[in-house]
């Protein structure tokens, strides 16, 4: 972050993402004050920044001037958290950010033993009940989110072309207890087991 008074050129690698943010000099001046600072963009308030302002870019089509305006307004206030280094998790406003945040760390984890909400409130600098609570809004809870997910990857794997894996070969990779749990989870979301879902047309 650095506060520019003139025209100013950023670059980068080709290799490199760039996210560029422009926000009115009041809001953010004293923070910086007059010097640049860098951070780490895995940090908790960045990724909630990012994850912020991604949503806001799939759903600004639909806003109406309410809505507009408080998503003009937080970016601003996730910066502010990004330069001190926090942001404030019982902010009703940042709470679809935090549950996107959370979905794109459970993503990059779905085969990891380890995903749990607790991994990720960590990983967030959260605590367990702001990130359930952040999932208070939507159908389903975050733990029920991260088994859905993992169902759905079972299902790909086992539908794919050529060599399949086993159901009992989908269950442990995908880090449910046992084939059991596995194959009621599986035929309480698809209506078939995994062995009838496997052998379906496709």
């Known amino acids: 972050m650095h506060h520019v008074v003139t025209e100013n050129h950023f670059h980068t690698m080709p290799v490199i993402g760039t996210r560029v943010f422009i926000f009115p000099g009041d809001a953010l001046r004293s923070l910086v004050a007059g010097k ?50 926090h942001f404030d998790d019982r902010e009703p406003l940042f709470t679809p950010a935090l549950a996107q945040a959370a979905k794109d760390l459970a993503e990059s984890r779905l085969t990891d033993a380890e995903l749990s909400p607790a991994a990720i409130a960590a990983q967030l600098h959260v605590s367990v009940r702001t990130l359930r609570r952040a999932f208070a809004s939507p159908d389903e809870s975050f733990s029920a989110y991260i088994r859905r997910r993992r169902l759905e990857e079972a299902a790909e794997a086992l539908a794919a072309s050529g060599p399949r894996l086993s159901v ?35």
């Not at 442990?172 to 698809?190: E, L, M």
């Open 36 to 85: 640049p600072r860098t951070g780490r963009a895995d940090s908790p308030a960045a990724q909630i920044l990012m994850a912020h302002t991604s949503t806001v870019q799939r759903i600004v089509g639909g806003l109406g001037p309410a809505g507009a305006h408080a998503s003009r307004n937080s970016p601003q206030e996730l910066a502010k958290g990004l330069i001190l280094d």
């Open 168 to 202: 009992s070969e989908a269950a442990a990779r995908r880090h449910f207890t046992d084939s059991s749990h596995f194959i009621r989870a599986f035929k309480k979301h698809y209506g078939a087991t995994p062995a009838h879902f496997a052998r379906g047309p496709r």
